[in-house]
């Protein structure tokens, strides 16, 4: 009985607390459970190792780098911008980059490597320098028709023109030289000066070319110039493009450019092409031109003329051959032949043009024969003739003619005669005298005999039209280089042709002195490829000289001048004057006499730019057989400081 006590008071104890009874009572509360831990930021993923690489060139380059993620997440790899010959492999804890650059690829360059875990990512820099691997480098041998073109590296300003004549041009950070080149291993330049090209100009330089690595259009060469220092570089050959321009022009700086005509719209071209140095026998013709006007149409790339035999070329070339007979010296004339013409406009806007030149006899050698003749060749090879033109366009600029402003650029290319004189062409310069009307004068130098031509005028989206005694023209200002302006003159040859001259075009300066005209100049060239140099030198006592010699020191002064009252100077040699003391006692002496041939040149400050002088130029000549001719154009000459 005392043992069931506490189990019953226990019941008793639940039932007062709780029990099923009638009344109400309060529920229990259910408990808050506790917060769930915060998982862990994730953590982006890392690389360590060196991030710079110098690689060398034409071969493996292996670099491991460490990765590492603390969550043991997958991760993923990349390369910004990546180049093709970059591949990488990434594995658990590391990452292998492979870098196989070839010769073309050397340079600088900075990735961007990332690496992520899906979640998060980290970026990186790595440095990579591509440098050269002479122990890869090749003897390669380039043929003839691999080199000719036009070989360019931008980054370090340098361009090669390798014509098919063996003439060409090398530039470097803009300067110029033109260069005769020749391939048997090397390929061998010999560089001369602008405008005195080969016989009778010295040599200014020697480049050997090695190229020691090919592919494609691009190559790796070695240069070694006179002094044997060297020069590394890549050079890409410029690709073919369609034509977008109707007007080229030599690559010197001048105050007339002979342009070549491309007419789109008819498929015409009038352009000119020149020999390296023309063999006749004994004879060698330097930089012998010849002029062709072809229709041409477009394959593979290159224009090429529409023609199934060879092309009679205008004009014939005559050259002095010794009669072993006679032992007179008779004038030989041979017909030239162009054939395989093709014309390539490139990249950069250069034109070239290529033709196989092949001569005949032309002359009637009867009662002779060409054996009696010394050294003239019976047959004569085939020649390659080759020329290289940049392009040119009408300006943007907005061009205004102001009233009472003299201008430079010629109005009048057709032939007239002026008293005695036959005036080949003239209107170099031209006064504006209002808003249609204009002035233009033609002086026969050293005479007093002269015209003065009123012409109307309208200038309208840059294009110049002038009516001049009854005559239209039109002509178009362009663009040249170095910022300069010319002005095209269109004419008609003798055979029904058309051609192009572009004449400097600016506003005429004046109140130039007598000191402006006062040293020693150099002619501003008509060709790259000239191979003598124009020398004009006006000391101050009017004594002076203006010659073509190949040695630009001899300064032998042996011409008279004259300071005109018009602020020109007038020149005169001084054969044929023996007794003379100054220009006009010269002048007037070799007038005087029927068995002098008389020349006179007059220039007249336009412009001077730095070291360039522009001028305008008047030629007057009187031949032994009475016959008398004078044009007017537009010179520059480079003032030589020593």
């Known amino acids: 009985m005392e043992?069931?006590?506490?189990?019953?008071?226990s019941a008793s104890l639940l039932t007062a607390c709780g029990g099923s009874g009638g009344g109400s009572s309060p529920q229990p509360s259910t408990p808050t459970p506790a917060p769930a831990p915060t998982p862990a930021p994730n953590?982006?993923?890392?690389?360590?190792?060196?991030?710079?690489?110098?690689?060398?060139?034409?071969q493996s380059n292996k670099i491991v780098l460490n990765t590492a993620d603390k969550e043991n997440d997958q991760l993923s790899f990349s390369i910004a911008n990546k180049p093709e010959w970059v591949s990488f492999r990434l594995t658990d804890n590391q990452l292998e980059l492979d870098f196989q650059p070839g010769f073309f690829d050397i340079d600088d360059y900075q990735l961007k490597f990332r690496i992520s875990d899906g979640k998060d990512a980290t970026e990186y820099d790595f440095n990579l320098v591509v440098e050269d691997n002479r122990d890869q480098w090749q003897e390669i041998d380039m043929t003839e028709a691999e080199t000719i073109g036009i070989w360019s590296n931008t980054k370090e300003n340098t361009r090669f023109v390798f014509l098919s004549n063996k003439t060409g041009l090398h530039t470097k950070e803009g300067?110029?030289?033109?260069?005769?080149?020749?391939?048997?291993?090397?390929?061998?330049?010999?560089?001369y000066n602008l405008g005195c090209f080969q016989n009778g100009c010295s040599q200014q330089d020697f480049l050997e070319m090695?190229?020691?690595?090919?592919?494609?259009?691009?190559i790796r060469v070695r240069i070694l110039n006179n002094d044997n220092n060297e020069t590394v570089?890549?050079?890409v050959k410029e690709q073919s493009v369609t034509n977008q321009h109707k007007y080229y022009i030599p690559l010197f700086e001048s105050g007339i450019h002979n342009a070549t005509i491309f007419n789109a719209e008819a498929n015409t071209i009038d352009t000119v092409v020149a020999l390296n140095t023309l063999s006749l026998g004994e004879h060698g013709l330097t930089n012998y031109g010849f002029r062709i006007s072809t229709a041409i149409s477009l394959e593979d790339g290159f224009y090429r003329a529409n023609n199934n035999e060879p092309i009679l070329l205008p004009g014939q070339v005559s050259v002095s051959f010794r009669n072993n007979v006679t032992n007179d010296f008779n004038q030989i004339s041979f017909n030239a032949f162009a054939d395989n013409i093709t014309v390539t406009i490139l990249e950069s806007g250069l034109l070239t043009t290529s033709a196989d030149i092949r001569l005949e006899l032309a002359s009637d050698l009867s009662p002779y024969s060409a054996s009696d003749y010394f050294n003239l060749p019976t047959t004569i090879p085939v020649q390659q003739a080759s020329n290289i033109l940049q392009a040119v366009s009408k300006t943007s600029e907005q061009i205004q003619l102001v009233p009472g402003n003299s201008y430079s650029g010629l109005l009048i290319p057709e032939s007239r005669i002026i008293g005695d004189t036959e005036y080949l062409s003239g209107g170099a310069t031209y006064k504006?005298?209002?808003?249609?009307?204009?002035?233009?004068?033609?002086?026969?130098?050293?005479?007093?005999?002269?015209?003065?031509?009123?012409?109307?005028?309208?200038?309208?989206?840059?294009t110049l039209s002038v009516m001049l005694n009854g005559v239209e023209s039109?002509?178009?200002?362009?663009?040249?280089?170095?910022?300069?302006?010319?002005?095209?003159?269109?004419?008609?040859?003798?055979?029904?042709?058309?051609?192009?001259?572009?004449?400097?075009?600016?506003?005429?300066?004046?109140?130039?002195?007598?000191?402006?005209y006062l040293g020693k100049f150099r002619h501003a060239f008509f060709s790259v490829f000239d191979d003598t140099e124009l020398i004009l030198i006006l000391n101050d006592d009017s004594r002076g000289k203006y010659t073509a010699t190949p040695d630009s020191s001899s300064d032998f002064i042996d011409d008279y001048w004259k300071y005109e009252d018009d602020g020109s100077v007038s020149i005169t040699g001084s054969f044929g004057c023996d007794n003379a003391i100054n220009y006009d006692q010269c002048l007037s002496a070799k007038l005087a006499n029927p068995n002098v041939n008389t020349t006179v040149r007059n220039i007249k400050l336009i412009s001077i730019n730095g070291d360039t002088y522009k001028f305008h130029y008047s030629f007057f000549a009187k031949f032994r057989d009475g016959s008398q001719r004078a044009f007017q154009s537009i010179r520059y000459f480079q003032k030589i400081t020593e």
């Open 3 to 9: 043992k069931l006590l506490p189990v019953l008071l």
């Open 432 to 462: 504006i005298l209002d808003d249609t009307q204009g002035e233009v004068t033609l002086n026969v130098v050293g005479t007093d005999e002269q015209e003065t031509h009123n012409f109307t005028w309208q200038l309208d989206n840059n």
């Open 175 to 191: 300067e110029s030289k033109p260069l005769s080149w020749s391939s048997p291993d090397t390929i061998d330049m010999r560089l």
């Open 474 to 516: 039109k002509h178009d200002i362009i663009s040249l280089p170095n910022n300069n302006l010319g002005l095209t003159t269109s004419f008609e040859r003798s055979d029904g042709s058309s051609g192009a001259n572009i004449y400097g075009f600016n506003q005429v300066s004046n109140g130039f002195s007598r000191q402006d």
């Open 233 to 235: 570089l890549n050079l």
């Open 43 to 58: 953590e982006a993923p890392t690389i360590s190792g060196t991030f710079t690489l110098n690689a060398k060139a034409a």
């Open 210 to 218: 090695s190229v020691v690595a090919q592919e494609q259009d691009r």
